[in-house]
């Protein structure tokens, strides 16, 4: 049980294109199952308290309820229509938010972030105001500009994941804010308030399922953790 509520924005936008799938990533299977059922789970796993908001496409909310009964899928979330963009989404997820303690906005085809990482997010958010996954960089890097290009510190960047949590009422003032092609996730759009961005260790394997090699090894991940826990 966690001293202060908590809250979590699953965005679950995706289309399939990359996928090369006429099935949204999201409702893809992974062992007999949805992704976006094994993701929630996670967060549920987690905290059996936390508020979940899941954010999908108008078009998409009748497929996925139909798929929730077809898997007797029982965690309790609300889910809400998602807009035109994810800085879209993640407004109208915030704004059907009831708790006011710290929120927590996750991709939806991340299902393999571990309990560990979601509570130290949430603990270091709840004492600094907000806390983003991340993971060091394990491949040189080039910088390319133009026609040139030159090698860089690879130790002087990290590569983003989520969640990334906020205090609620930061979270809220910054998607206020006006859009701007800039914002590629929360962390860009809180930082134009000026706030400083608390980064937390992620994981290799909090993978973002987005082509059909991550589905080969979300396959291989789902079978090593269940082998982990047969060994327990």
Known sequence: MTANPESAIIVAGGSGSRMQSNLPKQFLTVTGQPILMHTIRRFYNYNPEIEL???LPQNQI???EALCAQHAFEIKHQVVAGGNTRFQSVKNGLAAVLQTGVVAVHDGVRPFVSE???ADAFQVAGEKGNAVVSVALKDSIREVQGETNQAVD???FRLIQTPQCF???LLKKAYELPEE???TDDASVVEKLGININLTEGS???IKI???EDLLWAEVLHQKRQGFKLQK
Request: proline share 4%; net charge neutral; aromatic share 16%.
């Open 53 to 55: 908001v899941i954010v």
């Open 62 to 64: 009748a497929l996925w």
């Open 116 to 118: 560990k990482i979601i």
């Open 154 to 156: 690879r130790s002087h």
């Open 167 to 169: 205090e609620f009422a």
């Open 181 to 183: 092609n800039t914002f």
């Open 204 to 206: 290799y394997e909090n």
């Open 210 to 212: 987005t082509t059909p």
